[in-house]
């Protein structure tokens, strides 16, 4: 089972002000031992405004929905400096993959400076940033509530994410499109291959489908169910790395539905990578397993990996 934390205490919100390290203790406590005994969180009473996310749904439903040589206008360009801003289809999200997901997506950076796809989708950029922003503040707070449940300085990973330097915080929105009944798929394929994030902490935002499944600590395949007003939280590669494997990285994976009654529909979902900045130290904070590089030379390899 995911555990359900009520982020109450630090939900996002206008506070005049920001509560004590020890008024955060219970709370950092209770989030950093369920992200190391189970490896994925559900957050309660977030503060979030979830309807962003149902309307930013409908909008990019609409771009999936153009003419295929219409989406492909925004195909991701790869020479745009690692980021890869824009459509993307044909993805191998497995490294092992090999057959392409089930799948298309678009994937947003705030500081992309080159087009988006608003003359044929109106709206689709503010709501893109709408999400964001929200995004970033969470992720900021649980930094700090992960931070403090290691007994660490409060801002120790928050100032690695200055959120205005370049980085890959970034959004994603998904359309795992309907697989026809009777569809075989090729060995090893899947609506989205088995693989861990690159950066510190993912949101997971989903419609009531379902099919997303995480490994558990102790190698489990679990399903992460949608669970209607939370927000699933998962661990990136960058907190692993920190944090010497205190917190693992969390595997997850989308099947494709088999004989089940969603087999025709399709699923959607939104993710929020938050990252740390690109020049930021990846390496281990305490320990010495891990030893100080950037964050970007990890992330490019990987990137280029599954784009084949
Ligand atoms: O669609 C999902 O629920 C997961 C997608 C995912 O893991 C990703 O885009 O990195
Ligand atoms: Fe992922």
Redo the contacts with the bound molecule.
Sequence with gaps: MIPVIDFSSYRLSDVSSPPSDEDLAPLADEVYKSFSEVGAIYLKNHGFDLSLVDEYMKISKKFFNLPQDVKEKFSYDKEAGFMYHGYHLQEH?SRDATAADLKEAYHTYPLWKGEWPDQYVPGFKDQSLNIIKPCLELNNRILQTVALGLKWPRDTLTKLHSTVRPSHNSM?T?YYYPVPEGYKPKPGQSR?GQ?T?VGSF?F?F?DNVGG?EIQNVSGEWIPATPLPGAILVIIGHATQVWTDDKLKATE?R?GVPDGDVNIAKGRQ?V?FFGNPDNDAMLGSIEGTKYPASKHDEFTADYIYGIQK
């Design positions: 999200t994603r998904l989205c693989h994030d993912t997971i989903q997303l997850h989308v979902s993710i």
